[in-house]
Structure formats: C-alpha cells, structure tokens
C-alpha cells in the first residue's frame, strides 16, 4: 500500500504536507493519524465513506477545528492555523457545500465582502467591478457581477465563491462536493475552471462520493476510511472495483443487490399531472412490486411531479388514483393518511427535525398510533422503532440521540423506518443516496428491493445514470416538465440511450 | 442532581441570587407567636419548680395574645401556676405586680414579650416590690434569620410574579414554535377591562353573584382568545412575521381597553370579586396555586402530548414537520390561542388583585414575560426550550426584584440591575451551551 510520504516528491512541489494529524471528539476518534500530501497544479481526490474523516480533516486544514496533534506545513513553511482566517492568510480557501455568500447582494458584493475597495472611507464601485469581470474572465466564466447572488444558479454561486478564493490569491482550494447541486452541464464547465486552477499552479482538494469525477478529474486520490489514512495513488494506477475496496475495506461483489420480484397490479396511476411551467401533462404508473426510476437533469420537473403527488405542493390540475381509488390530496397529510411517503432529497433540511432524537423523528407522522387521549406512549413508541432499528441496521448509540449526528446513511434510515411505520403502500425515493457512502448506499438499495418485494410501488428519482439501470424495472426519462420517453427494457438499456432522452 | 442542574442550568443562577439575597438581609427577627411561646414554656420549665407562679405580660396586639396563650397552655399543662395573665399597657402591668405583691403568694417568675420586656415598671424589682421575693425576668429569644426567607416574603415573591409566569407559559410555546406574542400585555389590560365591565354591566354591578362574576371572568378570556386566535390566522394563513402581527395586536388590544373603559378604571365589582386574587388556600394565594397547576399541566403537554411534540418539530424544522404530517397551522394556530387565553387569564388575575379593570394594566409585561421566557433557557430561534426552565427564568426575574426591594435599592437603579442581570444569565447559559 502506498503512502503519502513514499512518493517523495522535490520538496519545492509540495504545496500542503499534513502529518498525523490526530483530532477526537467526545466519543469518536476522528482522525488517527492522517497524512495528505498535495503538489502545486495538482487535483487530489479525497474520498472515503463518511465518517471516514474527510470533513473533520478539511476543517482542520481551515482552522475550523484545532487538530489535537499533527503538523500543517504549507510551501515549506508551518503556519499557524487556529482560525478560518489563518488559513486564508495562509493561502488555503475552503469551498463549502453550503456557500458563504449573502443571498440579497450582489456577485460583485459578496466577492470584496470583508475586503471592499475603497477610497477615503468610499466605497469604489467602479473599480470593484472591473476586477470581478477581470477574476470572472480569467475563471472563464459568465457571470454578471451585479447581478444579486439569490439570482444566480448554483453554478454561477459556486463560481463567486471560486473567484474570491482566487482574488484572496489562495494557493490552494479546497471542494467540498462541489458537484453535488450542479446538472451535468454545470458540472463539465467547474472541470474546466479546476483545469484553470491547475494551469496556475494551485493544488485543489477536490471531495467527493462520485467516483465517475474521480477518475475524470482527479491526478491523485487519497483515500480515507474510519479516520485512518488507507492510501494515496495515482488515478491511473486505479480501478473503480479498487477504489471501492478501499474505501469500503471489503470486495464489494456487485454495486447493486440482484433482485427477483413479481410485478402485481398497478397501484399509483398518476393522470395529467400539472403545476406552472415546472410540471406539464405528467401522466405515469407504478405496479405492486415495481421500481420505477425516473430520471432526467436537475430541474427536469422530476422533484416537483414528487411532491405534487405527495401533496407538498398543490397541483393545478390532475388526478391520482392509488389501488383504484382517486384520492383528494391537499396537504401531505392526506398523502400520508393514504400511503403515499416521499424521503426528500434534501434530508437536512425537509426530511428531519435535526435538533429531535431518532426517537422523536420517528414519531413525528405516527403519533396518533402510539398516542391515547392525546397522551404518546412512549414505551409503545420505543417498541417500534426497536424493530426497525434491527430491521433496517440503524446506527445509533441510543434513540434519544439527535438525528442531527448520525451519519448520512442513518439519517436516511431514520426517514425511511417514519414510513415504514405508517405502512406505506407507495414510496417515493428522491434521489435516495445522494451524499450516502458507498458501503450505506448497497443498504439502501437492498432496502428499496425488499420494500419492492413486500408489495409496495417503488418510483425512484435519481440522477446517476448507473444507479437508474442498476435498480430498476422502468425507466421514465424527464425533460422541462414533461416525460419525454419511458425504456421498459432496462437490461439493455445505456446511459447515452437516457441521456439522450434527458436533453430531447 | 448533575443532570438537573445541566437541564436546567438557570436553577442554579435562582439559587446562588437566592443565597446571596438571604445573606444580605439576615436581621435579627422579634420572635413572636404561639411557637415562641411555647418555646419560652419550655425553657422556663428547665428552672421553675412544681406550684412556681408566673405572671404573663404582653401587649395587647393579636401576635403577642397568640404568645400569651401558648405560653399560658404550655405552663398550666407543665402543672406551674399561672398568676394572671396582662394584656395592656405598663399601667396594667404595675396594677397587676400590685395585685400579685398584695396576695402575698410567692413569683417566681414574670414571662415577657421581646417588647414589655424593656418596660420600665420592671427595672429594680427587688426593691420596689420586696413582697414578690426573688423573681426572675425571662423573655423570648431573639434569632437572627434573612428577611429574604421569612414564609410571608417567599410567598410574596411567587405571588408578585404569578402573572407575568402564567403569561410566560403561552409565550414560551410561541417561542418554541419560532414565533413571538408581544400583543401579552396589552391584552391583560383588555381582559381585565372587558372582565369588570361585564361585571358592571351584565352581572350586576356590587350585586353580582359568584357564577356571574366567574361568566365574565371567562367573557375576558375569551375576548383574548379571540385575539390570539386572530394572530394566529394572521400568522398562518396569510404568513405574517409573527413579530408584526402581534405588535399591531398589542396596539389594537390596548386602544379597544381604553376605548370600553373610556379611559376610567372600571371599580364597580362586589368585594366577593378579590376572591381569586387576594384569596388563599392553606396559607398560598390563589395566584401562586393556579400559576403551580399551570405549570405542571403545560409541562406534561410539552412532554407527553402529541401537540408537544408537534410543537417542538415545528418550531425545529417548519417543511420538515409538513412533509412529515404534521398540521403544521393548526399548531401554530394552537399556540397563538393559549397565549391569548393565558394573557386573558392573567387580566382577570390582575383585576381581582386590584379589584378594578384599568387600560394601564399590563404595561411592559410582555418584555417580562420574553425576558422570563429567556432567562429560562428558551431559544428565540426556535425549536428548544423547557416549560420549567421558563418557571425558573420568572422565578430569578422575581427574586431580583424583591431582593433589591429588601436590601433598598431604588427603583430606577432596579431597573438598570435587572436589565444586566437577565443579560449576564442569558450570557452565562450561552457560553455553557457552546462549550458543552
């Protein structure tokens, strides 16, 4: 196995050098000894379950946590790193999923936030601009820089946070899944900008679940797993299967669980489907037993026809009819009341209250079983979610524990056993393992497969390609509001072939 | 007790005020009583011999009568002979040493209150009255015991908060689910004036009977429903900040008190209306009683109800708690009208207190009520907070006041302590979260 101090390079290439950096926290042995070795014009990849340790490691590379022990050398010298301001004097510029940027002011605003050009105590307004066009230009990116941040596509958003980094002449920047909220396209022009980056000599972190960017993007890779460094290669001396072992620490056989299940009756026929200009005409069904995957680029209509059939939004128009019955859903209330449960895609900040227990997010639509007079019985409650935390292999030291820190994977349980309980008849899945480790990510499919097997309809909102071939029976493909084709023959289906329906 | 003490880390900011209120106002205490009294009986017992006579001399106030008799019971059960007992001035006094010198019966000794103790008639009574031989001058013990914590000032201080931490309940719930009521104290002053009004006018003025005077009590309450259910829908259903909604409510609820009392205090209530809050039971107001049962009612539907947990999930994750079932308006809605029904209460307290409905009352409490709310370890972001720790955040408000009361602080001094006291708790409790 390869380590980060083997590959002895000229020492005048060494951007960053962290060694044994070791940082707990109550109870968790974050990083145990971590070293990570990055060269100037070089994107390393950092990847790892999570959990593994690669966010507690990048807040320590940007002051936000103080390693308990380890040193930080950055172009040869030690900085000290005690606050995220250190770093930024010290060259290091952290790009966080969430961006730092003030939604009511402008591009311009937010990139001299802190550090206005001024004269006299004035403000100049006009020379600000010129250098965001100049940053933006030199970034190869289009972005008009008073155009209010909240105005700007996510894209356009993580290309402000990119150019301050540039203007505070970082050495080195650091991606915390960069890619997670942008569509395809946005996602090859932030690889263009990284190659930017590369050309003048700054050294990107680049974090990441998606081993496809991995390889396309990635000189090296440094893989992290329980806090530990496990190893450090060039992306080309990797595989993918080697990648996953790594970072899993066992063979995975098969990405996705192999399935067998017998397609029943239809049970959710969605009719003429409308909302705005977001969601047109979506007519759909699923069976008793079915996966259906429906996929197509960000902002295809896809999460907007979920929560209209959930109730979360209120259709203009359409009918749906779940085992033969047309329901009235107004509110997800009636949603719930008649089967149908939605695990949002963001589960943060709409699937759970991340300030209650396990105990209490699981409670949360099944009181009223649990409750007599109005009165929960928590023993009762308790009972139940003891079966599914066997059943579905829920980690948590305890269920008073607040969701808030469980790891992705568990936090995604959470959601699914609230449903579980309700004896949903439909589930519907948006993009059921985004930001999910590779090892949690086969639980859940497995999950899916299982819930598929006991009779429910399964409808799947994904935008990983392998992902929809892998775990469907069906697939529908989006486009600005509407289906723009449906592949029933999954197994010989190819990811050009949905693409090329996505973008019709 | 750690576990406690973490929960509720403001209980621990209540006790070391509560400590430091109690060393600053220890005072010598003039025993007084049926139990000094009886004390006395004892102590006396230790020296006198079977038969001795006793002559009792108090002042004729209800306290020291009480002693008088305690001490007179105790002494004739240990089977000594009481001469007589004085209730008067020291003409009495000396008429009744007289009296005794004249039965030429020997006393032993003269038992005085800490009070006619020092009366004059009594010094040198060896040669003024040879006849009565040697006796002996005895007199209660005095201790020395804060003013702080005599029974009568604790008392004091839960009955002076009682509304302000009733309102707190209904605030603290709004504050839970992220929102905040400043329409409070505005709406004490329309409860207490549409209250007596109804009494005035409906049940009968100073004839009004009991069943009336508690139908209009009720008409007060609802009338601040009414408000906070209005707030509520504002909040709601046409998504008004809260802050807004209820600022515009504290200056409609304020005018209509003033608009139905034309500005007068309404004073035409029957003496039987003091009941509820100047009344007691076992020696507590009524005030103090009903804040207890609130409390405990409120904590067990934060902890144990459906609309509890709601409440928090609300207040923690608004689309979360939608997407997750939750009747997420008609909880909002529910918050909003126990806080009007809660204010509605404490108007009706207030007037029963003062026995007369005023526009002025209630000024200011909803900055109380908030700081009680506060102190007592409620987020004003939302989603956390603890019912008792809101009893606790009043209870400190409470005793600072009264401690300065004791010690003599002025009010406008009070007010500037008060204000750096209830920041410094908050202050205390914040840096306690972060490092925890």
Known sequence: MHDATDSRTPAADVLLRMRGVHKSFPGVHALDGVDLELLRGEVLALVGENGAGKSTLIKVLSGAHRPDAGTIEIAGRRPLIRTPLDALRAGVAVIYQEFNLVPAMSARENLFLGRERTWAGLLRHRRERREARRLFRRLGIAVDPDAACRDLPVAGQQAVEIAKALSCSARLVVMDEPSATLTTREVEQLFAVIGRLKRRGIGVIYVTHRLEEVFAIADRVTVLRDGRHVATQPTAELSRERLIELMVGRRLENEFPKRSVQRGEPRLRVEGLRRGDRVRDVSFQVRRGEVLALTGLVGAGRTETARLVFGADVADRGTIVLDGRTLSIRCPRDAIRAGICLLTEDRKSQGLVLGLSVRENFGLPNLPQFASFGFVRRPRERMALVRFVDDLQIKTPHFEQPVRNLSGGNQQKVVLAKWLQQNAKVILFDEPTRGIDVGAKYEIYRLINDLAARGMAIVMISSELPEVLGMSDRILVMHEGRITGEITDVARATQEQIMDLAVA | ?436
């Open chain 2, 1 to 436: 007790m750690s576990r406690l003490l973490s929960n509720y880390g403001m209980l621990a900011v209540l006790l070391v005020l509560a400590a430091m209120f109690s060393v600053l106002t220890v005072d010598r205490q003039a025993p007084s009583g049926a139990a000094s009294g009886r004390q006395l009986a004892a102590r006396l017992a230790e020296t006198l011999q079977p038969d001795d006579g006793v002559l009792i001399v108090v002042r004729p106030s209800d306290e020291e009568c009480r002693f008088a008799e305690a001490l007179r019971d105790a002494l004739e059960a240990g089977g000594y002979r009481v001469v007589d007992v004085v209730s008067g001035d020291p003409a009495d006094a000396r008429r009744a040493l007289v009296r005794v010198t004249d039965t030429q019966q020997p006393l032993a000794a003269i038992a005085c209150s800490p009070t006619t103790a020092d009366w004059s008639v009594f010094e040198d009574l060896g040669r003024r009255y040879p006849g009565l031989g040697d006796v002996r001058l005895v007199r209660p013990e005095s201790t020395r015991w804060p003013n702080f914590l005599k029974r009568e000032n604790l008392i004091n201080v839960a009955n002076q908060i009682a509304v302000i931490a009733i309102l707190a309940i209904g605030m603290t719930m709004v504050i839970i689910t992220g929102g905040i009521d400043l329409s409070v104290g505005s709406l004490i002053a329309l409860s207490a004036v549409v209250t007596t009004a109804l009494v005035r006018d409906v049940a009968g003025a100073n004839q009004a009977t009991a069943l009336g005077m508690v139908l209009c009590s009720v008409g007060g309450i609802a009338a601040c429903a009414a408000v906070g259910a209005f707030s509520g829908v504002m909040v709601t259903a046409f998504r008004i900040p809260p802050f807004i909604v209820t600022l515009a409510m504290m200056l409609v609820a304020s005018g209509l008190a003033y608009l139905l009392s034309q500005g007068q205090s309404i004073h035409e209530v029957p003496d039987g209306f003091i009941s509820l809050g100047r009344g007691q039971l076992a020696g507590i107001p009524n005030a103090v009683l009903l804040m207890v049962v609130l409390y405990a009612v409120a904590h067990v539907v934060m902890s144990q109800t459906i609309i509890g947990r709601y409440i928090y999930a609300v207040g923690g994750n608004v689309e979360a708690a939608r997407l997750s079932g939750v009747p997420v308006k008609r909880v909002v809605l529910f918050v909003y009208l126990v806080g009007g029904e809660l204010a509605g209460l404490g108007g009706v307290i207030t007037a029963s207190q003062l026995k007369a409905g005023s526009p002025t009352y209630g000024q200011m409490y909803e900055l109380y009520v908030i700081a009680a709310v506060v102190v007592g370890g409620t987020s004003l972001s939302g989603g956390e907070g603890r019912i008792l720790g809101t009893l606790i955040g009043a209870l400190i408000i409470a005793v600072i006041q009264n401690g300065m009361n004791l010690i003599g602080v002025e009010s406008y001094t009070q007010k500037v302590i008060l204000g750096a006291v209830i920041l410094a708790a908050v202050l205390l409790d914040t840096l306690k979260r972060r490092r925890g």
